[in-house]
């Protein structure tokens, strides 16, 4: 079950001290800090805690807890890998990744959750990682891909403060609706950003500031009645989801203990000091541009002026409730120098 992680060693490092690791009969251990990691399940248990600045306050243990009580998303729908990738297609930009990202391309998924794109994404002869802080969810990951032998999905237990691999080890890095929900995500992207190699590409989904406003009215409204009224959520009057399903997608929208919301132009400028190019956004950064089904997520676009973005983002504060008033930036790592 280590079997990614026995060929691929080099490629990892201790998140304690980033000396190298060996892999023992019963674990993982740091050669230079002795520090010994557990493996459960097939999951090496690679979590090491942020150091914050005592003045800077730490919702990491907080968030955690959070997603160990109510892992979001889940695979109550998906019996096989026929069902995953027949769901996941349905869904545009999911579709648009398979079929954009290049067969044998190394792709990190930071804060995979319960792993379905990390699994979704590892079908079509990639090497995906999956990483997240929750065990439980990573479980169920872990627990899809071996009973349908996914040999080229690998997950681990991670703290994206505190990585385990290796600068530059990865050609895409993947982290969707993850960074709103930690201390600093300025910081985070810088940290994930080091593992993408010269050339490769990150792609950040992030709460955006306008398009969360029809969410946070709903949020004080569900709070005020007690939590009723929840079918002014059009995710949660849907027929065909489970009530598990329901109840995640409320969790995660309505009941998550730590959230921050952020612009166009705001991420813009993260990629730009994290060394990275913009490419590409969801919605487009260019007024009246729609999202298409022959989009071309990682060729060049420009990142419109300071009116096309705000007329975009004003159109986000009606229509971004749709998918929890998400959008998405893709970066292309600049060469040193």
């Given at each position: ?16 001290c980033q ?16 520090q ?15 150091e914050?600045?005592?003045s ?10 959070f ?8 695979y ?9 990738m ?5 869904g ?13 391309t ?6 995979c ?10 079908v ?18 872990q ?16 703290n ?10 990865f ?14 995500p ?7 950003g ?5 050339n490769?590409y ?9 398009g969360r406003?029809?969410?946070d ?14 079918f ?92 929890g ?7 292309k ?5």
């Amino acid at each position: 079950m280590l079997d990614f992680v026995e060929q691929n060693i080099a490629l990892f490092c201790c998140p304690r001290c980033q000396g190298a690791l060996e892999i023992l009969s019963d674990g993982l251990e740091c050669s230079q800090c002795q520090q010994h990691f557990n493996v459960s399940g097939g999951i090496p248990l690679l979590y090491w805690p942020t150091e914050w600045n005592p003045s800077k306050k730490d919702v990491t243990a907080e968030v955690q807890a959070f997603y160990e009580a109510t892992p979001f998303p889940n695979y109550d729908e998906f019996d096989n890998v026929g069902g995953l990738m027949e769901k996941a297609r349905q869904g545009l930009f999911a579709k648009l990744l398979d079929e954009q990202i290049p067969f044998g391309t190394r792709v990190l998924e930071v804060g995979c959750g319960t792993g379905q794109l990390s699994n979704f994404l590892s079908v079509a002869n990639r090497a995906v990682v999956g990483a997240d802080l929750c065990l439980n969810s990573l479980r169920l990951g872990q627990e899809f891909k071996e009973r349908n032998h996914l040999q080229r999905a690998c997950f681990v237990q991670m703290n994206l403060f505190r990585p385990v691999f290796r600068p530059s080890t990865f050609d895409l890095v993947i982290s969707n609706g993850v960074l709103h929900h930690t201390a600093d995500p300025l910081l985070a992207l810088k940290t994930i950003g080091s593992l993408v190699r010269p050339n490769g590409y990150i792609l950040i989904g992030l709460y955006h500031k306008y398009g969360r406003l029809i969410t946070d009215a709903r949020r004080w409204i569900f709070r005020a009645s007690g939590d009723r009224l929840q079918f002014l959520d059009p995710n949660l009057r849907k027929t065909q989801s489970s009530t598990a399903k329901k109840r995640a997608w409320f969790m995660d929208q309505y009941k998550h203990p730590h959230e921050s919301k952020h612009t166009l132009g705001e991420a813009i400028g993260w990629l730009e000091q994290a060394g990275f190019e913009f490419v590409n956004s969801i919605p487009s950064t260019a007024a009246f541009r729609s999202f298409s089904a022959d989009e071309k997520l990682f060729a060049p676009h420009a990142a419109g002026t300071a009116l096309d973005r705000f007329l975009v983002e004003a159109g986000m504060a009606f229509t971004g409730s749709q998918q929890g008033g998400f959008f998405i930036v893709i970066g292309k790592k600049k060469r040193p120098g």
